[in-house]
T-cell receptor
Framework: KQEVTQIPAALSVPEGENLVLNCSFT??????LQWFRQDPGKGLTSLLL?????REQTSGRLNASLDKSSGRSTLYIAASQPGDSATYLC???????????FGKGTRLSVIA | GAVVSQHPSRVICKSGTSVKIECRSL??????MFWYRQFPKKSLMLMAT?????????EQGVEKDKFLINHASLTLSTLTVTSAHPEDSSFYIC????????????FGPGTRLTVL
């Protein structure tokens, strides 16, 4: 059974810092991996989706990498801003017949 | 991207009543829908998976008589919380997957249920 772990559970950084969020998964036979953002009391916003054949994806200040064989992904946020404060969730998809499996998330606070 | 809506966005009810939450795929046919539950500051927990026209498959520990799921059409699934109790208070999020894009899940905005 796929299990997804995210470290750290919470992170507080001053504005402007670059930071890395980590995600690991137990079953490396994934189809894709996705990073989401969730603001308090709100739904999910998809940030980046990496197919299993890809090594990384970039969108603006965000860069997500995937090392499928070792079961790891990182989300890199450059020049963090207070508006980046949210919970970041990592989720993996094993096949078209299975649902996304989520990690517990990393709660990020960027202090002005 | 594809759009999934949920209604209502918030509901407050008395203990013992039943609450129905609707999930609609607005611009695609959702062959599979998923219902997740999220407690405060916790991650999403899959409750059940439903395929259009079939009975839902519930995850271990989720009471199917408590959480009734209907997926009668390719654009609508409903979750009914029967005889709600305060411990059912949670954030419920639906997700849909289409026939054309089976490897992409689209998420609704969630429904906040508070049972008094």
């Amino acid at each position: 059974k796929q299990e997804v772990t995210q470290i750290p559970a919470a992170l507080s950084v001053p504005e402007g810092e670059n930071l890395v969020l980590n995600c690991s998964f137990t079953d490396s036979a994934i189809y894709n991996l996705q990073w989401f953002r969730q603001d308090p009391g709100k739904g999910l916003t998809s940030l980046l989706l990496i197919q299993s054949s890809q090594r990384e994806q970039t969108s603006g200040r965000l860069n997500a990498s995937l090392d499928k064989s070792s079961g790891r992904s990182t989300l890199y946020i450059a020049a963090s801003q207070p508006g980046d404060s949210a919970t970041y969730l990592c989720a993996v998809l094993n096949s078209g017949n299975t649902p996304l499996v989520f990690g517990k998330g990393t709660r990020l606070s960027v202090i002005a | 991207g594809a759009v999934v809506s949920q209604h209502p966005s918030r509901v407050i009810c008395k203990s013992g009543t039943s609450v129905k939450i609707e999930c609609r795929s607005l611009d695609f046919q959702a062959t599979t829908m998923f219902w997740y539950r999220q407690f405060p500051k916790k991650s999403l927990m899959l409750m059940a998976t439903s395929n259009e026209g079939s009975k839902a498959t519930y995850e271990q520990g989720v009471e199917k008589d408590k959480f009734l799921i209907n997926h009668a059409s390719l654009t609508l699934s409903t979750l009914t919380v029967t005889s709600a109790h305060p411990e059912d208070s949670s954030f419920y999020i639906c997700s849909a997957r289409g026939q054309a894009r089976v490897y992409t899940q689209y998420f609704g905005p969630g429904t906040r249920l508070t049972v008094l």
